[in-house]
C-alpha cells in the first residue's frame, strides 16, 4: 500500500470502527445524551518498506495523537499516545456533544523507527444525531405523603428521577411548609425534573411533624441515700430536677421542679414537679426529705456520791446529763451518767455521748458538770523515823520512839499529830504500829498502816565472880586462892560472848579482880572484888654479917655465911624455893664510916640450904678474888629482899 505522496509506507495504523481495514473513512453514528463511542488503533503490517516484518520491534516506538475536526459535535481521546510493538492496541474515546458531523483524525507525534506509517486507515466520521426524547419518571422518596412524623424523628426527604435518555438521578426536593419554634407543623416536599429534552415532570408529598410524646421528669439527690439513720440526712443534700422535652422545648412548662441545696434541719417535707408541653402533660412527681444534721443539745442535771468531811467527796462522783433534739429526736433514753475519774479540788465530770435517730453524736466531754472535791484516797503513812539509843546487831539499849508521818495529796490531812509511839519499857523484839490518820475529806487511814520491828534490852547483863579472894581479904604471898571465875546471864538479848575475869594477881600489892559480860545489844554490867597479898619478912642477915650499911671486910675468895630467915606472918618459911634468886654487884666504894671484918670465915662453893638445927637459911657465898666492893642481895619469892655490903681486899 502507498501513500498519497507516492511514498512507500512500513505499516498501516488503522481501526476497527466497522471491522474492515481499507481507505475508505468508517462511519460512527452517536446519539446526544447518549453513550460515547469507542475505536482500538492497532498496527497492521504491509511490507511496502521492502522488509517483511514490522517495524516496531520493542526498542522503536511511534508517537501518535488524535483529532476531532469539529469538537462542538464530538470530542475525541485516546488511552496511551505510543506504539511500542505490532500487537500494541490504543482505545480512542468519542464523546457526542451536540449533533452533527466530525471527522476524527490520527497523525504522528514521534518515530525514530527509520520507517513511515500510513495514517488513512485510522481516519473515521462520527455523525451524532438529535436523541429520541421520553418524559423522565419522578418520585418523592423517604416520606409519604399524608404521613404524621415524631419530630426529631422524620426521615430524610429525597427526589428520585428515571430519564431514558439521561438516566437515573436524584435532584434535590423543594420543601415548603410552616413549622412552630420546636420544629411542629406541615411540610411539603416537592420534587421536579427537566430533561435534556425539555420533558418536565413534578410530584409533591405533605406530612405532618408532632410531638408524640409528654415530657419525662427525673430527679437526683446527692447524695443519693441518705447519710444518716432512719431515711435522715444529716449533711447538705441537693435535690435537682431534671425535665427533658427534646421535642417540644418551647412549649415547656413548668410547675415546681425548683433545685434546692437543703442546709438547714428540718422535718420531713415534700419537693413535687409537674411538666406540661406539645407532647403532653408528666406529673406531678414528688419526693420526701428530712434533714437532722446537728446531734442532741446536752446539758448538766445532778450528781450524786459518797460525801466526806468539809465539803468532800470520798468516792467517785456520777453526774446526770439530759439530752434533747428537736428533730429526729434522741435515740434511746434522753438521760445518761457519766462517773468521775481522778481526785482533786475542782473534778469536772463530761457528759456521756448522745445519738439522736439521725445518727448524730453528741462529742463527749463537750459539757461538764461542776467542779466537785473529790478525795477516794485516804492519807499515805511513810516510814517510820526511829529515835533511841543504838546498841549492836539493830538492839537498842533504851526505849524507842518511832515517828510516823502522813501525807495526802488532795484534800491533805487533817491532824497535825506527828504519830509517834515508843516501847514503853518493854524488852525484847517487838513491831511498833503507826497511828490513826485522817484526811480532810474524812477517809481515814487505820492503824497499824505501817509497822517497823525493833529490838530494844535496855536492861544490863548480870554477872558474878564465884571463889577466888573474897573482896576486903588479905593474903600472904604464896596463900593468894586461886582465881575466880564467873557467870553472866540475859534474859533479853542474850550473852554475847562468855564473861571474862581480868585483874587477878598473886603477887605482893593490892588487886582488883573484874567480872565483865556484854549482852548481844551492847550492854555491859562489871563486878570487882578488892584484895591484899601481903610480903613475907626476911630477918638477916645474921652474923658473922653486919648489916644496917656496914662495910663487911672480907679477903678475896673466901667463903662468908649469909644467915637469914624468911617469915609469911607467923609462920616461917623453910623450903629453899622460896627463894628466887641471891646475887651480887660490884658497887663503888663510897666513904666507909663503918666497917668491919668478918670474924668467921667459911670454905667451900657457894650453896643454899636449910638449916634446920639453927632454924635459919645459910648461904655460902665464895667471895670475888677481885678487890673492890659488892652488894650481895637474897631476894625472895614475893620479892622481898636484903642485901649487905662488902669490901673485898688481899
Not at 69 to 85: C, E, R, W
Amino acid at each position: 500500500m502507498f501513500t498519497s505522496a507516492g511514498i512507500a509506507a512500513a505499516d498501516d495504523i488503522a481501526n476497527d470502527v466497522d471491522e474492515t481495514i481499507d481507505a475508505t473513512a468508517e462511519l460512527m453514528t452517536l446519539n446526544v445524551g447518549g453513550a460515547n463511542g469507542t475505536t482500538t488503533l492497532f498496527v497492521q503490517p504491509t511490507g511496502g518498506d521492502g522488509k517483511s516484518g514490522c517495524n516496531l520491534t520493542g526498542s522503536t516506538t511511534l508517537g501518535v495523537s488524535v483529532a476531532s475536526s469539529n469538537p462542538a459535535v464530538a470530542t475525541v481521546s485516546i488511552s496511551n499516545s505510543t506504539f511500542t510493538a505490532c500487537g500494541d492496541t490504543k482505545i480512542v474515546n468519542v464523546t457526542p456533544v451536540s449533533a452533527g458531523t466530525t471527522t476524527v483524525t490520527v497523525s504522528q507525534t514521534s518515530n525514530n523507527t527509520g520507517a513511515t506509517f500510513n495514517f488513512a486507515p485510522a481516519t473515521f466520521t462520527v455523525n451524532v444525531a438529535a436523541p429520541a426524547n421520553t418524559a423522565p419518571q419522578v418520585s418523592v422518596t423517604g416520606v409519604t405523603n399524608g404521613a404524621s412524623y415524631q419530630v426529631g424523628d422524620v426521615p430524610p426527604p429525597g427526589c428520585s428521577v428515571t430519564d431514558a435518555e439521561d438516566g437515573p438521578s436524584n435532584p434535590a426536593p423543594t420543601i415548603t411548609g410552616t413549622l412552630d419554634p420546636d420544629g411542629l407543623g406541615n411540610v411539603t416536599t416537592t420534587c421536579s425534573y427537566t430533561d435534556t429534552g425539555g420533558l418536565t415532570s413534578t410530584v409533591s408529598a405533605t406530612y405532618s411533624i408532632v410531638d408524640q410524646s409528654a415530657p419525662e421528669i427525673s430527679y437526683t439527690i446527692s447524695p443519693p441515700d441518705p447519710d444518716g439513720l432512719d431515711g435522715w440526712w444529716t449533711g447538705s443534700p441537693v435535690l435537682d430536677w431534671t425535665v427533658a422535652e427534646g421535642d417540644s422545648p418551647r412549649s415547656l412548662a413548668l410547675d415546681g421542679c425548683e433545685d434546692v441545696t437543703i442546709t438547714a434541719d428540718q422535718l420531713a417535707t415534700e419537693y413535687t414537679c409537674s411538666a406540661t408541653s406539645s407532647g403532653g402533660t408528666a406529673g406531678p412527681v414528688s419526693v420526701t426529705i428530712k434533714r437532722d444534721g446537728n446531734a442532741p443539745v446536752v446539758a448538766y442535771d445532778s450528781a450524786t456520791g459518797t460525801p466526806g468531811d468539809n465539803g468532800w467527796y470520798v468516792g467517785d462522783v456520777t453526774a446526770t446529763f439530759t439530752a434533747t433534739d428537736g428533730f429526729s429526736g434522741v435515740a434511746g433514753s434522753a438521760s445518761a451518767t457519766a462517773t468521775s475519774s481522778g481526785d482533786g479540788h475542782a473534778v469536772s465530770i463530761g457528759n456521756p455521748a448522745f445519738t439522736d435517730r439521725a445518727g448524730n453524736t453528741t462529742v463527749a466531754d463537750v459539757v461538764s458538770s461542776p467542779g466537785f472535791k473529790i478525795d477516794t484516797a485516804a492519807p499515805t503513812v511513810g516510814d517510820a523515823d526511829l529515835s533511841g539509843t543504838e546498841g549492836n546487831d539493830g538492839w537498842y539499849t533504851s526505849d524507842v520512839s518511832a515517828s510516823f508521818t502522813a501525807t495526802d495529796a488532795t484534800s491533805g490531812v487533817a491532824s497535825t499529830n506527828p504519830g509517834i509511839v515508843t516501847s514503853g519499857g518493854a524488852q525484847g523484839s517487838m513491831t511498833l504500829h503507826s497511828p490513826e490518820f485522817r484526811d480532810l475529806a474524812g477517809n481515814v487511814t487505820g492503824s497499824g498502816a505501817k509497822s517497823v520491828a525493833v529490838k530494844v534490852d535496855s536492861v544490863a547483863p548480870s554477872v558474878n565472880l564465884v571463889d577466888g579472894p573474897d573482896d576486903g581479904s588479905s593474903h600472904y604471898f604464896g596463900s593468894v586462892p586461886a582465881a575466880p571465875t564467873c557467870e553472866a546471864s540475859d534474859a533479853t538479848s542474850g550473852i554475847a560472848e562468855p564473861c571474862t575475869v581480868s585483874g587477878y594477881a598473886t603477887g605482893v600489892g593490892t588487886h582488883t579482880v573484874t567480872a565483865t559480860v556484854t549482852d548481844e545489844a551492847g550492854n555491859t554490867t562489871t563486878v570487882s572484888r578488892t584484895y591484899t597479898v601481903n610480903a613475907w619478912t626476911a630477918q638477916g642477915f645474921y652474923s658473922p654479917v653486919d648489916m644496917n650499911g656496914v662495910w663487911n671486910k672480907v679477903k678475896g675468895g673466901s667463903t662468908v655465911p649469909l644467915k637469914f630467915e624468911l617469915f609469911a606472918g607467923t609462920n616461917e618459911l623453910t623450903s629453899i624455893a622460896s627463894i628466887k634468886s641471891f646475887n651480887y654487884r660490884s658497887v663503888q666504894c663510897e666513904n666507909m664510916l663503918a666497917s668491919d671484918e668478918i670474924e668467921m670465915l667459911t670454905s667451900g662453893s657457894t650453896s643454899l640450904r636449910y638449916d634446920v638445927t639453927g632454924g635459919q637459911f645459910i648461904q655460902n657465898w665464895k667471895v670475888p678474888t677481885a678487890v673492890g666492893c659488892y652488894r650481895a642481895t637474897m631476894t625472895a619469892l614475893d620479892g622481898t629482899a636484903i642485901e649487905a655490903l662488902f669490901k673485898v681486899t688481899k
